[in-house]
Structure formats: C-alpha cells, structure tokens
C-alpha cells in the first residue's frame, strides 16, 4: 500500500492534556487544558506550554510567570474536555468542576488537588512562535499523590489511570509492552551494565 503525503500539520501524536493551573495579581485562579507541553531538558527539569494569547490565562502566566501543570486520569476526562471549552472570562471552572485547590510551596499558583502529580513552574523565557506563544519553564517543585505509591514507595503511573490526547479522542493507557531497557537486556543473566535512564 501507498502511503500519502499530507500537507505540514500537527500530527506528533498521542500528547498529554494536562491542566495547568495559575493566579493573577489580583488572586484570581483559573484553569485550562494544554496538550501542546512537553519536557525539553533532564537537568534542570524544564518543561513547556504552549498558550494562545487570545486564552484568558495567558495574561495570568505572561505576568506572574507562574502556573502548575496538573497530570490528567480517567476521573479527571470530563474536567480536562470541560476546562478546554470553557473560558474563565465567563465562569470559575474549579467550582463548576467541583475541583479543589491546595497551595503550593514554591509559586504562587494553586494545585489541583484531584490530580496525582502536580508540576509548579517558573517561567524561564516566552517565545512567540505565531498561533501560540511557547512558556519555557524551570520545575520547582513537584507533589505525587500517596494513593498513588506501590508497596515500595515508588510512584505507579499505571495506578494514576493516566490519559492521553490524540487526534481530538481521548483515551487511557492500554497493556504494559516492556520497561526501559529491555530491548537489550541478557535473558536469564542477572548481571551485566544496564542501560542508562537519562534521556
Ligand atoms: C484537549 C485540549 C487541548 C488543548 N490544548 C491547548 C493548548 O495546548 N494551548 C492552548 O492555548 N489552548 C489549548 N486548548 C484550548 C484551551 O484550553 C481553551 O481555549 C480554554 O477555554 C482556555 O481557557 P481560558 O480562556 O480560561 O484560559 C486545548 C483544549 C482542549 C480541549
């Protein structure tokens, strides 16, 4: 079969849909849905959003350059479709969410409590790129849900439900397919280099 060349758009796909958190000034707390973020750098941990600034929050990150990105479950699908159709100009979103808020320790910006991970940034540098403008942001802080922990104290996504975003359908997570590594790890040897996790 022949394959097609389409036209340049957008097709790096599925994305997280977080939901990033923020304050104004004036402590106003909004919320919206971002799919265009991503980390760019291990250390520091540095992340991005990318807002059009046409959206209400753009103003509230451009000025304080603050916000949280709140990771998205399955309990959350509803809530992160219903912050992305709706305007804060026009309604507060956590109280037609029912969503709570909890401080955060370093910025200003509340967390969502109803998330398992909650991400607090400082924007670094905004770039306009056209459509949107791209927050380069330093992690300063991070809070995972004790729910969350296996017996070991290590965080499970997979517990979390995560969902993700793709071609405007959102879906969770399917099978485990294998773990870091494991494409080059010895059968039946115990020892032996492993390979590195820094991406
Ligand atoms: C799944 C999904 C992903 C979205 N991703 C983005 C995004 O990456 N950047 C953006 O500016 N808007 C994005 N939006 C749209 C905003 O979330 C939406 O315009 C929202 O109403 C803005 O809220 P605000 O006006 O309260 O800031 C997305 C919406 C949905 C439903």
């Known amino acids: 079969m022949a394959k097609q060349e389409w036209k340049p758009g957008n097709m790096v796909y599925p994305l997280p849909a977080v939901l990033v958190t923020c304050r104004d000034e004036k402590g ?4 919206l849905t971002v799919a265009w973020t991503g980390t760019v750098n291990t250390n520091p941990p540095m992340v991005y959003i990318s807002v059009r600034p046409e959206r209400y929050s753009y103003e509230m990150i451009r000025s304080t350059k603050e916000f949280v990105i709140n990771l998205t479950t399955k309990e959350l699908v509803w ?40 991400i607090e940034c400082r924007v670094t540098e905004e770039k306009k790129l056209g459509s949107h403008s791209m927050f380069l942001a330093k992690v300063v802080a991070v809070h995972a849900d004790e729910e969350y922990m296996d017996e070991k104290g290590r965080f499970s996504f997979a517990k979390a439900k995560p969902i993700v975003y793709s071609h405007g359908e959102y879906y969770r997570l399917g099978e485990k397919l294998g773990t870091f590594g494991y494409s080059v790890k010895k059968k039946g040897k115990k020892k032996g280099k492993k390979p590195s996790k820094k991406h």
């Open 28 to 31: 106003k707390d909004n919320i």
């Open 79 to 118: 809530a992160t479709d219903f912050c992305g159709v709706n305007s804060g100009r026009d309604m507060d979103k956590f109280e037609r969410c029912k969503l709570h808020k909890e401080e955060a320790s370093v910025v200003k910006a509340p967390l969502l409590a109803e998330s398992p991970v909650n």
